[in-house]
């Protein structure tokens, strides 16, 4: 099946500091792709929406400013957490469609980068 | 609004029984349901997709779908303790509108 990879698989990092971290469809393009949140033993969330070559669409009550979206190819999308707060310490998990214009097309998930803010 | 339902478990089977996992959604336009496995601390990983009424049939998974009655399912025959995790239903809208809604997924544990 179609991959999508993230990176870094895990990361640690002091208060106030940013993140960032990428997705990549590694066999297929995806103009667009999805970030989700998963806090333990809760279900996916979403995030956001990311265009390429455009403005990312956020999710109601997710701050703009604080998870920056930017997916500047067609195989790329970045999200940076900005001043990093341990509230912010939860899985981030990208997808991304192999099509997106078919019924039969298919939702793939990278494998997630956990973010410990301490 | 959109839902989709699931029963969060755990759903307890023995190994070798069949397990039943059902998902109910409000949208009856939807397009398309998937199947995704998690285990703890992973990402989803898909199991199935079907876009038709009827069964579809993997392996020992087989997903139905009764778009008439707003149900989609999955079942796993010959459960394995590695088919322990949680399982995830997610709704496709009509349209080709990328955005699904996710279940809250039922946790299944198979016991040895």
């Known amino acids: 099946g179609a991959v999508v990879s993230q990176h870094p698989s895990r990361v640690i990092c002091k208060s106030g500091t940013s993140v960032k971290i990428e997705c990549r469809s590694l066999?297929?393009?995806?103009?667009?792709m999805f970030w989700y949140r998963q806090f333990p033993k809760k279900s996916l969330m979403l995030m956001a929406t990311s265009n390429e070559g455009s403005k990312a669409t956020y999710e109601q009550g997710v701050e703009k400013d604080k998870f920056l979206i930017n997916h500047a190819s067609l195989t790329l999308s970045t999200l940076t957490v900005t001043s990093a707060h341990p509230e912010d310490s939860s899985f981030y998990i990208c997808?991304?469609?192999?099509?997106?214009?078919?019924?039969?097309?298919?939702?793939?998930f990278g494998p997630g980068t956990r973010l410990t803010v301490l | 609004q959109k839902e989709v339902e699931q029963n969060s478990g755990p759903l307890s089977v023995p190994e070798g029984a069949i397990a039943s996992l059902n998902c109910t959604y409000s949208?009856?336009?939807?397009?398309?349901f998937f199947w995704y496995r998690q285990y703890s601390g992973k990402s989803p990983e898909l199991i199935m997709f079907?876009?038709?009424?009827g069964d579809k049939e993997d392996g020992r998974f087989t997903a139905q779908l009764n778009k008439a009655s707003q149900y989609v399912s999955l079942l796993i025959r010959d459960s394995q303790p590695s088919d322990s995790a949680t399982y995830l239903c997610a709704v496709r809208p009509s349209g080709g509108y990328q955005k699904v809604t996710f279940g809250i997924g039922t946790k299944l544990q198979v016991i040895p």
């Open positions: 997808s991304a469609w192999t099509s997106g214009r078919k019924s039969t097309d298919t939702q793939y």
């Open positions: 079907i876009y038709s009424n």
């Open positions: 949208d009856r336009g939807s397009q398309s």
């Open positions: 066999d297929f393009q995806a103009t667009t």
